[in-house]
């Protein structure tokens, strides 16, 4: 195989070289502590400040409701913790509200808060497409809630869900809103403010910035319990000396997102809808899975019957295809992805699942050979697959 094809852009992305060209001082030059008096802390401390002050701009927030985090799971685990455990203590509330379709960042952390905290999660019901409802969340909430979190677009099924109005009900109730933005920052409008969220996660790999460097974004007069004790950075939220070089290249990484994106959409829409159109003409026994419309831009995921994934997503790559199966860090369970099981696959079609996600670098070419290429992949697969079930039942 001559060329290699990336197609997992909902995985990580590449760190843009005008990113990584602003961080490379902030490691040996000004390598300051921006806690420190003298004049290498003050330069790192500037910097910070001026990382801050992009973020927030962009955010259409003040500065001093960023908090930077180590990565968009610790966001989501500050946000979620943080804001649980001070509203049962604030006002004795103990329920959260999620769904199943979140990423296991969300899912992993309520269901801790249930187990070891005595919290009670309600799962919201979402539908066939994996979106949560407003009228959904407006039935559940109740005094005893004390925060929902929904994400704005779903990273396995590329789904968008209706997150301002969904934060209307939450902020007529007096409930708190989280929603885990990593996917949807690339591709939609961030304003907190027209969108209505008190929480907010962003995670700096999924738009061409580096891996573990992640912004809560925290309404001002929010209360969080904070999770990492210690120093008092980040206002008491997150202890523990600021990332400068990775928190520069964050800003740097939002601010040519924030600049690019519309045209970032206009190069990926089209090809993505290539995608989809010619996959569900020429593979039989396929579905598109997430909503046809409501999604993101850059992103087509299917449902294959039959068809062993993580066999399909291997065969891919032994032809130069880099794709994914349900999620990255589910990669090697023969179980279908939680997701899938949610948005009410039948296991013959679940574990079939297949993500195709576009970027930057993307071109019509590559599109092109990955469509030539797939049908006789998915067909082999699906002999292999049918192989080895019968292999398995003839041996009992
Ligand atoms: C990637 C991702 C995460 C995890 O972010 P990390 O920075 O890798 O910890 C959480 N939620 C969604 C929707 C994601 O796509």
Known sequence: MSEKIYLDYAATTPVDPRVLDMMLPYFTQDFGNPSSVHRY????????????????????CKPSEIVFTSCGTESNNLAIRGAAL???????????LTTRVEHTAVTKTVEQLEKYYGFQVKWLDIDETGMVL???????????????????????????????????????????????????????????????????????????GP????????????????HQTGGGQEDGLRA????????????????????????RVSHLRPLRDRIIGTVLKEVPDAQLTGHPVERLPNHASFAFKGVDGNTLTQLLDAAGFACSSGSA????????????????????????????????????????????ALPD?????????RDTLSGTSKRG
């Open 41 to 60: 802390g003050q330069k790192a401390e500037a910097a910070l400040d001026e990382a801050r002050a992009t973020v927030a701009r962009i955010l259409n």
């Open 240 to 263: 523990g000396t600021q990332n400068i070089p990775y928190i520069v290249g964050f800003a740097e990484a939002l601010r040519l997102t924030d600049m690019e994106r519309e045209a």
């Open 377 to 385: 992949i998915v067909d082999r697969t699906r002999n292999l697959t």
């Open 211 to 226: 891996k573990g460097v992640g912004v809560l974004y925290v309404r001002e007069g929010t209360q969080l319990i904070s």
């Open 86 to 96: 001070d509203a049962r203590e604030q006002r004795g509330a103990n329920q959260i």
């Open 329 to 372: 860090c589910k990669t090697g369970n023969p179980e279908p992805s939680g997701v899938m099981t949610a948005i009410g696959l039948k296991p013959d079609w679940g574990l079939g699942s297949l993500r195709v996600t576009l970027g930057a670098h993307s071109t019509s070419m590559q599109v092109d050979s990955f469509l030539a």
């Open 134 to 208: 407003p009228k959904t969340v407006a039935a559940a909430i109740d005094e005893k809630t004390a925060l929902i979190s929904v994400m704005y677009a779903n990273n396995e099924i590329g789904t968008l869900n209706p997150v301002s109005e969904i934060a209307k009900i939450c902020g007529a109730k007096n409930v708190l809103f989280h929603t885990d933005a990593l996917q949807a920052t690339g591709y939609f409008p961030m304003e907190v403010e027209s969108l209505g969220i008190d929480l907010m996660s962003l995670g700096c790999h999924k738009f061409y």
